[in-house]
């Protein structure tokens, strides 16, 4: 392959063609098309300010007989390809607790290297956990251990959202390719917003679990972590209702909800520390209001419009955000224990829906949310608060709390709700007194220039539900500069849960440079000769 050169910012038409693409990167790069060769994208994004236009990154060659200087040119330096190394499978196989994206990557990349790991995860296998949320949705019957949260993560049951601002280009694209070659669609190494839906992420995660267990790897479904036994700063072994596991290495995926797990962890002296959080209400607007209002109507070609936008609250002093924005999505309550909702967005791939969602929220630091430095589950704590609010005003049979954002801006219950919300059961709420005053305050001062935005000024046919909690975890997990525990030499913290990342792709990304800390290591000591007197 010849010499690859990069541009950037190369804008091109909705309905460009190659040939548009080539003239319009003839011209940008002052070189006749005659030379230019083995075009390839590697990056689009929509610019969606006045005519919406693509926004390209193109990676390209010249051919042979162009004899001209280049030395204005990007040279291109793909990221380099991931090495696992081979380790011969040891007594005691690496332990993996949590089948979210954190630990299915940590599991590829440990039974890639052949090291055969052991997968625990206290949900069922997909299809009974699909049952059961349905039914939790339509009936309010809550499983524990299978639901939104608990059974290979929430991310089954999300927008399948992949962005990610991680700088670990090889790992990045190492996840990427994973999720390709289990059924992901190739355009989400390009798109800066890509997507997979949920849907296709429950197909392609049965399929990640396969190509683990082709190379060795052992899933345990419906096994809780129940406790755990240290000795001199080692993790001796784990123990699960039924039975017990001696541990040589414990990689802990278990996501920010496993709450019993956080408590068990301060309960052993294993150290932890406080973050902040955010919370606030999902708002629900016709989807194809927002595609007229910022794609100008050309959703054909761009697909559904999504946002993501930011505002100051001059009375709190912070900066209010969107988060999780669901385009043609539905709005979905989630529990992980009894007498305490959330709520959570989800699409599926062909996001097609009649409403889209996003949450908009207030961050709160860990002093604003109460307990002294010591007490790291403070945190916990208030987010069960008023979850258990949440629930109460929902009618204690886990319908998410509604209102309108009029409203909400009145401090009222709503005596009516616009027809047909996309969440299966909802009940009329004042979602102001399932909110701390500040968080309250932030968002009656920031939503209406939101919504305005958006192009919605009619408040009474906003729909808000609430609230949004778990946006990310109130407690890390301390790690070391191997990414041990800074307690515990053979724990890896993992993920959301381990408050070292925050969506799928990043967590999925902290699990590979996990194992593969792990896997380095090892090499290293399997290379040092015994010593043989």
């Not at 300010?49 to 162009?66: A, D, E, G, I, Q």
């Not at 993560?153 to 694209?173: H, I, M, Q, Y």
């Not at 709160?364 to 704590?381: F, K, M, N, P, T």
Request: net charge positive.
């Amino acid at each position: 392959m010849p010499n690859q050169f990069i541009i950037h910012q190369l804008r091109v038409p909705a309905d460009y063609s190659y040939d548009d693409l080539l003239r319009r990167l003839s011209r940008k790069i002052r070189i006749p098309r005659r030379f230019i060769e083995h075009v390839k994208i590697t990056s689009r994004s929509i610019d969606a300010r006045k005519n919406p236009t693509y926004v390209l990154s193109l990676v390209f060659s010249l051919v042979p007989s162009y004899n001209k200087t280049t030395s204005r040119l990007q040279q291109y330096h793909p990221p380099s390809r991931l090495h696992i190394p081979a380790i011969p499978p040891a007594e005691k196989p690496p332990i993996v607790i949590g089948a979210g994206p954190a630990g299915l990557a940590a599991a590829y990349v440990l039974a890639e290297a052949g090291t055969c790991p052991v997968i625990l995860e206290q949900g069922p296998n997909a299809e009974v956990r699909q049952k059961d949320i349905l039914q939790f949705w339509k009936e309010g019957i809550l499983n524990p251990y299978s639901n939104m949260l608990f059974g290979r993560g929430s991310w089954p049951f999300s927008d399948g959202k992949l962005t990610c601002r991680s700088k670990n280009r090889r790992e990045v694209a190492f996840f990427l390719d994973l999720l390709i070659d289990a059924g992901a669609p190739p355009s989400i190494r390009v798109d800066t917003h890509p997507h997979i839906g949920t849907d296709v992420l429950m197909k392609i995660i049965p399929r990640i679990r396969k190509k683990i267990e082709q190379r060795g790897g052992v899933f345990l479904f419906n096994t809780a972590l129940k406790d755990m036994r240290i000795v001199d700063n080692r993790l001796i072994y784990i123990d699960t209702a039924e039975k017990t596991y001696p541990v040589d290495t414990l990689f802990l995926a278990t996501g920010h909800s496993a709450r019993d797990v956080y408590s068990l962890l301060h309960e052993k002296g294993v150290p932890l520390g406080k973050k902040g959080i955010a919370m606030g209400v999902r708002a629900e607007l016709p989807q194809s209001l927002l595609n007229t209002t910022l794609y100008k109507a050309k959703t054909p070609v761009f697909g559904p419009a999504e946002f993501r936008v930011r505002r100051r609250s001059e009375k709190t002093d912070r900066s209010v955000y969107s988060f999780c924005m669901c385009p043609g999505g539905v709005v979905v309550s989630c529990a992980s224990s009894a007498g305490k909702i959330t709520t959570n967005g989800m699409s599926y791939s062909k996001r097609n829906l009649y409403w889209g969602n996003a949450a908009f929220l207030v961050p709160l630091s860990h002093e604003e949310y109460g307990g002294d430095a010591q007490d790291v589950l403070a945190g916990i704590r208030f987010q069960e608060r008023w979850e258990a609010k949440a629930f109460v005003a929902g009618g204690k049979t886990y319908a998410l709390p509604g209102s309108t954002l009029a409203d909400f801006l009145e401090n009222r219950a709503p005596t009516t709700l616009p027809p047909s919300p996309s969440a299966f059961r909802v009940t009329p709420a004042n979602l102001r007194t399932l909110l701390p005053s500040l968080v309250q305050e932030a968002l009656c001062e920031t939503l209406p220039g939101f919504l305005h935005s958006l192009g919605q000024d009619d408040f009474s046919q906003v729909i808000l539900y609430g609230v949004e909690t778990r946006s990310s975890s109130p407690v890390q997990i301390l790690r070391n500069s191997t990414g041990e525990s800074r307690g515990v030499d053979n724990l890896y913290p993992l993920g959301e849960g381990a408050g070292y990342a925050g969506g799928i792709v990043s967590s999925g990304v902290d699990g590979i440079r996990r194992a593969l800390q792990f896997l380095e290591r090892r090499e290293q000591q399997e290379a040092v000769p015994a010593n043989i007197d």
